[in-house]
Nanobody
Framework: QVQLVESGGGLVQAGGSLRLSCAASGRAFSSYAMGWFRQAPGKEREFVAGISWRRNTYYAESVKGRFTISRDNAKNTVSLQMNSLKPEDAALYFC???????????????????WGQGTQVTVSS
């Protein structure tokens, strides 16, 4: 069982930056695929970024070049550095984990086993 707790959300002006963090419990964290999804009001949850245990990364086209996902296996954390934020990036951001590391590039919600409760990101224009 893995529990995920996100933090770091908040209000930022367009063009600004935020860094989200996700703290994970569980001994097998280092072997898990980790990812970030987001869901805006009235929209479906969508994939943002994923990272494998080898630190291979994969990004949604909409955030490529602006967001960076990273992990610290010693601290059981995964982070999402978000730069050049746009109003359309505003959403509830969720941390996700899968015991199958190869799923780090899967954009399908069903590929991810564990979910956090989410942290809100608001971007003002």
């Amino acid at each position: 069982q893995v529990q995920l707790v996100e933090s770091g959300g908040g209000l930022v002006q367009a063009g600004g930056s935020l860094r989200l963090s996700c703290a994970a419990s569980g001994r097998a964290f280092s072997s898990y695929a980790m990812g970030w999804f987001r869901q805006a009001p009235g929209k479906e949850r969508e994939f943002v970024a994923g990272i494998s245990w080898r630190r291979n990364t994969y990004y949604a086209e909409s955030v490529k070049g602006r967001f960076t996902i990273s992990r610290d296996n010693a601290k059981n954390t995964v982070s999402l550095q978000m730069n050049s934020l746009k109003p359309e990036d505003a959403a509830l951001y969720f941390c996700a984990a899968s015991p199958e590391s190869g799923r780090y590039s899967s954009t399908a919600i069903g590929s991810w086993t564990y979910w956090g409760q989410g942290t809100q990101v608001t971007v003002s224009s």
